[in-house]
Nanobody, 113 residues
Framework: VQLQASGGGLVQPGGSLRLSCAAS????????IGWFRQAPGKEREVVSC????????FYIDSVRGRFTISKNNAENTMYLQMTSLKPEDTAVYYC???????WGQGTQVTVSS
């Protein structure tokens, strides 16, 4: 099983990024999927997820209305579209699928002017 995250980078406040996570060895549609992030000195937190049973979505309050999670079953890939980025969004972002949970390697997002 492999989850390959990509799309991070350096962006100015107010900018946008789209993170991608390509899965191999498992079918994302059979799992709950989510994006998580870990900022320096802080614990990893969930950012957004899609439930496996009903496809319901969840966002933490700080990103609701700015971030959009999605997946493409044909490509077995999940995405996180991030807009109106803020410096406090700076973190390493991880994609995950489970349970049992599998994790991508993380991609750095830095929001700074």
């Amino acid at each position: 099983v492999q989850l390959q995250a990509s799309g991070g980078g350096l962006v100015q406040p107010g900018g946008s990024l789209r993170l991608s996570c390509a899965a191999s060895g498992l079918t994302l549609d059979n799992y709950a999927i989510g994006w998580f992030r870990q900022a320096p000195g802080k614990e990893r937190e969930v950012v957004s997820c899609i439930g496996s049973s009903d496809g319901s979505t969840f966002y933490i309050d700080s990103v609701r209305g700015r971030f959009t999670i999605s997946k493409n079953n044909a490509e077995n890939t999940m995405y996180l579209q991030m807009t109106s980025l803020k410096p406090e969004d700076t973190a390493v972002y991880y994609c995950g699928a489970g349970p049992p949970w599998y994790w991508g390697q993380g991609t750095q997002v830095t929001v700074s002017s």
